[in-house]
């Protein structure tokens, strides 16, 4: 990505996650954190990867809620940002925490069957 792309996909990011807190807590959607944004090199697609932690909505729910409304939360941006295109939003649902929390409990499970043949091996 070059310096301006990423430039705008921070400021994308900044901007959204507060708009996004703020919408989705009506909702009791828990903690919605924007994780990372994407933005193609002609600045016309932001691909939007977002995590939900402790919500009562399921991911894909707190997605469709996000995704409906796309088009306010794309206004809101256009006055806050000044691009001379707005960039289509499209979010996602980044599940790398809990792939990571995942991998994590298989290793524990891994590690205490080495330790158990190890007592007894020993």
Excluded: W
């Amino acid at each position: 990505m070059s310096v301006r792309t990423e430039k705008v996909a921070e400021e994308i990011k900044h901007r959204i996650a507060g708009l996004i807190s703020s919408e989705l807590e009506k909702d009791e959607a828990g903690l919605v954190t924007v994780t990372r944004v994407r933005v193609s090199p002609d600045l016309r697609i932001a691909k939007v990867y977002m995590s939900f932690i402790g919500n009562k909505l399921s991911a894909e729910e707190c997605i469709e809620k996000i995704n409906y409304r796309k088009k306010q939360i794309r206004m809101n941006l256009s006055s806050k940002i000044h691009l001379r295109f707005m960039p289509d939003l499209f979010f996602y649902h980044d599940d790398t925490i809990e792939y990571a929390s995942r991998i994590n409990e298989i290793l524990k499970e891994i590690n205490k069957g080495n330790d158990k043949s190890e007592k007894s091996a020993g």
